[in-house]
């Protein structure tokens, strides 16, 4: 059972344009929900997350909004860049301590110059 | 990839063989994770560590073993490789008091034929 659904799976936007990538999620004890950003043969890195508290969190070009409920959360990249070429996860997570991420099924942005 | 080491990098197995990867840090942190990843289904979480000798299994743990005797190293045991355990696997750390982010290690690319 996919706890947390990732859309679209793949996309493509021009440079300058504005990239979104929207995720669901089912179990409404998730407390944490981070963007995760991955390079060809890289493992994923951290971008940026959000705690339902909020409705929004932006750093930089990147922007989480929150819609805790709806159940949905999703990544804008704002002005994207070629060098934002990646496959971006969501996930979530409950509670502190250890973080059993659940994630979703990733997305491929390609951004054409 | 924040002191995070996975060894073997690439290994190619026969269905049937033991196999063990390794995951080791230099920055002591409490946590630390295995998940694989498998096209269409993101990261799964298969077993963690909440310190030395301490684990639990996580969302796809059947097959697999997990043990850790030291802080730094964190061990993933195949007892007996199948061709679904084909995957590449990524090793994770966190830290109390460091908010919630996981970093992850380059990642093992499991062949099993």
């Known amino acids: 059972q996919q706890q947390v659904k990732q859309s679209p799976q793949s996309l493509i936007v021009q440079k300058g344009g504005i990239s979104i990538i929207n995720c669901a999620y089912e179990n409404t004890a998730f407390d944490y929900f981070p963007w995760y950003q991955q390079f060809p043969g890289k493992g994923p890195a951290l971008l940026i997350a959000?705690?339902?508290?909020?409705s929004e969190k932006k750093e930089g070009r990147f922007t989480i909004s929150f819609n805790k409920s709806a159940k949905q959360f999703s990544l804008h990249i704002m002005d994207s860049q070629p060098g934002d070429s990646a496959t971006y996860f969501c996930a979530a997570s409950i509670g502190q301590g250890a973080q059993k991420l659940v994630f979703g099924q990733g997305t491929r942005l390609t951004i054409n110059p | 990839d924040a002191g995070i080491t996975q060894s073997p990098r690439h290994k190619v197995t026969e269905t049937g063989t033991p196999v063990t990867l390794r995951c080791h840090q230099t920055e002591n942190h409490r946590y630390m994770y295995w998940y694989r990843q498998d096209p269409g289904h993101g990261l799964r979480l298969i077993h963690y560590?909440?310190?030395?000798?301490?684990?639990d299994k996580g969302e796809v743990s059947d097959g697999y073993s997990v043990s850790r005797s030291k802080t730094e190293d964190f061990l993933l045991t195949l007892e007996s490789a199948t061709s679904s355990q084909t995957s590449v696997y990524f090793c994770a750390i966190s830290e109390p008091g460091e908010g919630y982010e996981q970093y992850f290690g380059p990642g093992t690319r499991l062949t099993v034929t």
């Open positions: 959000i705690r339902p508290d909020v």
């Open positions: 560590s909440y310190g030395v000798k301490d684990t």
